[in-house]
């Protein structure tokens, strides 16, 4: 027996490499042990779940016998281990076959399920990944075994572009450089034409997903409908086309811009497909690398897509494995603020986060501008909690699993970790935010005041999380110029911003909890 998760919906899985249609049987299972092992949007859950039916559908049409449990079956006990043990007993398999799991609790379950079943379990390799957990660890650690204080993306990028070989050339990068990055930092300009998405109308199977979301989740935070996403490995593969020649070329030149009511821009919206499965991160790069050699796509375009998926999609499910357990209870700078219920309600007075929970609670999706500078900023500089942190990124975005959610949440945004995956904190003021968005004309708040009702908080906050902060951030390097100028800050304006700060974080926009239920 094949037993599949529900983030492994590739034909080109390694429990699958040897399967033979007639002889193995493949089981899925949809349980409710992780439908709610945290409360997911709903829009992620009918995603997944209409996924794994076509997936199954899929693989039956091809010969296979399977045995797919559905939320709603008649005995469905639950959990991945009990629904394993009854599919071993009924159909009567003599051996289980299966990818390792994605996440560090369910690799952790697996190991009981070991012992608790009658027969042997294998644990393979998930070889969709380009750099297997031992590539990752003979990079990062030493040969004495010990793990550095810091680790950087980018050296590890310039590893993984050499042994790929993707936009090389006689051992070298195209173009005479690593990274374009600085290239891709670009206003939107007022004017510019947004590529329209392709819509995938619900069929029959999504349609009955998204009615036992509607009756079994219905106190889940988001929006299910409008629900026109990619289910199958035909419409995804249909997705990736229409991003390659639509939206990539602008890819890189708008990559950090944000804009009032355009949630997606250039970006692919590809991650929920490539985290389950349905697309494989090789042949998304493939096709960017080739549409840059037809000349469809410039450098700068392709060479941030690739270095996304093989540089930071691998980077941080490396760090992951390398730093779990103990990554989960990172609060290097000890916070411990609660999370205001505006990140259910999207109920604030400050613009550009009202876009990016409002458009978060409609489509489980938000860009990594709008994730990392708005959200993420706002919960680092207002010292929220990073376990609540991270539960709510878990929650609210089709493309969460816990490997890759962490490392970002914890290491990314908050620098919980203290510097272990950022050499310096993502903090900034509101001027930040107006240089690349929209926002702030529609906000009640003035970006350009620094104190007072007014004012942006995000320009008050910022210099308060300086200063609450400065013991440890002054023994960053690269901190070295800011935190000189907080040093030379006159007492007087000091107080006022620990004023205005204390007045936002104590006053009504920080009230708590999951308002929406
Ligand atoms: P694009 O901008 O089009 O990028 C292309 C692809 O690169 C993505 O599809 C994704 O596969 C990969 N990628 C880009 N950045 C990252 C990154 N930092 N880490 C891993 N892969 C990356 N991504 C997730 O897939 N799941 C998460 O739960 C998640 N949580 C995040 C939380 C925070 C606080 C932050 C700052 C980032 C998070 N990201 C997460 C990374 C990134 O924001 C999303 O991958 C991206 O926004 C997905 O949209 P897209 O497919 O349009 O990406
Ligand atoms: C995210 C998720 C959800 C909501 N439900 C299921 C499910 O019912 N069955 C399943 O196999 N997988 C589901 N998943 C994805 C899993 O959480 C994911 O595959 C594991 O956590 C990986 O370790
Ligand atoms: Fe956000 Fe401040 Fe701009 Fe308002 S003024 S949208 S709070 S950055």
Not at 8 to 16: A, F, G, P, T, V
Not at 168 to 190: H, I, T, Y
Request: with cysteine; glycine share 8%.
């Amino acid at each position: 027996m094949r037993f599949i998760l529900g983030d492994q919906l590739s034909r080109d899985l390694s429990s699958l490499s040897d399967a033979v249609p007639g002889r193995d049987v493949i089981f899925i299972a949809e349980v409710m042990g992780e439908a709610t092992s945290v409360r997911h949007h709903k829009k992620k859950i009918a995603f997944l779940f209409s996924a794994m039916r076509h997936f199954a559908n899929d693989l039956r049409a091809d010969g296979f016998d399977i045995d797919y449990l559905a939320l709603d079956d008649a005995g469905n006990p639950g959990t991945f281990g009990a629904a394993l043990a009854d599919a071993v007993r009924r159909n009567d398999a003599h051996r289980v076959v299966m990818t390792e799991p994605s996440e560090f609790r369910v690799l952790n379950d697996a190991q009981t399920w070991r012992e608790e079943l009658s027969v042997d379990l294998e644990i393979r390799t998930d070889t969709r990944f380009l750099a297997s957990h031992e590539d990752f660890v003979s990079w990062a650690v030493n040969d004495k075994g010990q793990q550095p204080k810091t680790l950087r993306m980018e050296y590890f990028y310039r590893e993984m572009r050499r042994r790929t070989g993707y936009l090389m050339v006689d051992g070298g990068p195209e173009g005479g450089q690593w990274n374009f990055d600085s290239d891709n930092r670009k206003a939107l300009p007022d004017k510019i034409r947004i590529p329209v998405r392709p819509g995938f109308e619900p069929d029959g199977t999504t349609r009955a997903v998204m009615d036992l979301v509607a009756r079994r989740f219905a106190s889940h935070f988001g929006d299910l409908e409008p629900f026109d996403h990619p289910v199958t490995r035909a419409d995804a593969l249909a997705y990736l086309e229409w991003f390659i020649a639509e939206a990539l070329p602008g890819f890189g030149d708008w990559q950090d811009a944000m804009k009032q009511s355009e949630p997606l821009l250039f970006h692919s919206h590809l991650s929920a497909m490539i985290n389950c499965g349905l697309l494989g991160p090789r042949e998304c790069c493939d096709r960017a690398v080739a549409a840059w050699r037809e000349g469809q796509a410039p450098l700068n375009a392709v060479e941030g897509f690739v270095r996304q998926i093989i540089g930071w999609r691998e980077f941080i499910r490396g760090v992951y494995w390398l730093k779990m357990p103990d990554y989960a209870d990172a609060n290097a700078l000890d916070a411990t603020r609660q999370l205001p219920g505006f990140f259910w309600t999207g109920d604030t007075e400050m613009n550009c986060l009202r876009q990016a929970v409002t458009e978060t609670k409609a489509n489980a999706y938000a860009h990594h501008i709008q994730r990392l500078m708005v959200l993420g900023n706002f919960c680092l500089l207002a010292g929220i909690d990073p376990k609540q942190v991270q539960e709510w990124f878990l929650i609210v975005y089709w493309d969460a699993y816990e490997w890759v959610e962490m490392p970002n949440v914890v290491g990314m945004a908050l620098y919980a970790d203290g510097g272990f995956l950022a050499s310096k904190p993502y903090a900034a003021s509101g001027a930040y935010i107006n240089r690349m968005s929209d926002y702030c004309a529609g906000c009640r708040f003035d970006v350009k005041q620094k104190a007072g009702e007014k004012a942006c908080p995000f320009n008050y906050l910022y210099w308060n999380f300086l200063s609450a902060n400065e013991g440890t951030l002054r023994q960053n390097h690269r901190m070295g110029l800011i935190m000189g100028s907080l040093g030379k800050m006159a007492p007087e304006r000091l107080e006022e911003i620990k004023a205005d700060s204390s007045r936002f974080l104590e006053g009504p926009e920080m009230r708590t909890g999951w308002t929406h239920v």
